[in-house]
């Protein structure tokens, strides 16, 4: 199969601190995944003043009374510090990536040369930005949390109209809660997506473990994404629902098992580790006890043990009967 590109999501957990931010880089790099991303806004653009914050970023963040736009103003990266993530990531040999959430941010990622944008799923219904966004990149990845398979196509139509071919649209399911509770996953809403728009699917993951993005790779996911943190106890909206970095490196490690895992030619035979083994693990037809030559070999007198060098036991019924051509001591081989 194909190797799953997996998308480390450091989003706002940097906090705003450009050196919190690079050792999140750090962090994805020692990790393995093949693109570190974050989030490209400006909180004027993104909220309105009296918009309230979600259930969720009240808990985390443990302040009922701030604003989404106070809290989102405090996690902004300024576009000097896109440019230093940008040129660290050079450094380390990664992959940059980012999630617009304004019309100006998408402008501005394809000022600065991205052509993959990444859809979140707060702007799948929103068709100015679905617009633009398919005017400016060459390739996108939709997030489709609290979406219907109706809006989804309706998004998927705009890319199409707008001229981004099929094969350049990767969709991820996804549950827009933090975290997500297992009975809503839904994982097998990832095959219908597949299914119903003959598009590549991936997964965006906001569950507290890691066991859910390996199933859905097993289950055809070509793309990951996973929150990330430094320490999941730090201050901020997102942190609770991140993977630490143990947890991450042990979560690309676990899919890129999978992967191995997946990668057989699907046909039922012994593998070349396996063909040792068949001698020492099956059976042969032998001796139960002493067999004088010209005696019939019954079950009184022949029984089955390893290894597997002799007659087979498949070949029991044909030997039954027969008359022994040579003496046989006790666990001899019958030939």
Same mark, same amino acid.
């Given at each position: 199969? $194909? ?6 999501? $450091? ?49 985390? %963040? ?36 980012? &999630? ?13 040369? =991205? ?18 966004? $398919? ?8 997030? /489709?949390?609290?979406? %219907? ?22 969709? =991820? ?5 933090? *975290? ?27 569950? &507290? ?19 990330? %943190? ?5 201050? @901020? ?22 992967? #191995?895992? #997946? ?22 037809? /032998? ?7 010209? &005696? *019939? ?5 022949? %029984? ?5 060098? @002799? ?25």
């Amino acid at each position: 199969m $194909a190797k799953t590109i997996i998308i480390a999501e $450091a989003g706002v957990n940097h906090n705003g601190d450009i050196t919190l931010a690079k050792s999140l880089v750090d962090v994805a790099v020692a990790a393995g995944v093949d693109y570190v991303k974050f989030q490209t806004f400006k909180a004027e653009a993104l909220v309105a003043k009296q918009a309230k914050k979600a259930d969720y970023q009240i808990v985390n %963040t443990q302040n009922e009374h701030e604003t989404q736009l106070e809290m989102l103003k405090k996690l902004e990266l300024s576009e000097q510090d896109h440019q230093s993530l940008i040129q660290y990531c050079k450094q380390k040999g990664i992959h940059f990536f980012s &999630t617009a959430f304004d019309l100006g941010s998408l402008q501005y990622l394809a000022d600065i040369g =991205l052509d993959l944008v990444k859809i979140p799923s707060g702007e799948l219904t929103n068709l100015p930005y679905l617009r633009k966004a $398919a005017h400016l990149f060459k390739k996108v990845i939709l997030s /489709t949390g609290m979406a %219907t398979l109706a809006e989804i196509k309706a998004a998927i139509a705009v890319f199409l109209k707008e001229g981004i071919p099929l094969k350049d649209i990767i969709v =991820l399911h996804c549950t827009t809660e933090y *975290p997500t509770p297992m009975q809503e996953v839904n994982l097998k809403a990832m095959q219908t997506i597949a299914q119903e728009f003959d598009v590549q699917v991936g997964y965006s993951d906001h569950t &507290t473990g890691i066991e859910i993005p390996i199933a859905a790779v097993a289950l055809g996911a070509c793309v990951i994404e996973k929150h990330f %943190t430094l320490d999941k106890n730090m201050e @901020g909206p997102d942190h609770k629902a991140s993977l630490n970095p143990e947890e991450l490196g042990a979560m690309v490690k676990a899919i890129r098992n999978i992967e #191995l895992a #997946l990668s057989g030619n699907g046909i039922k035979e012994p593998t070349a580790s396996e063909l040792k083994n068949i001698a020492i693990a099956r059976k042969s037809i /032998t001796a139960k006890k002493p067999i004088k030559a010209g &005696t *019939p070999l019954t079950e009184d007198n022949i %029984t089955t043990k390893r290894p597997g060098t @002799g007659l087979s036991p498949m070949l029991w019924d044909s030997i039954m009967g027969t008359i022994a051509t040579q003496d046989f001591n006790e666990d001899d081989l019958i030939v």
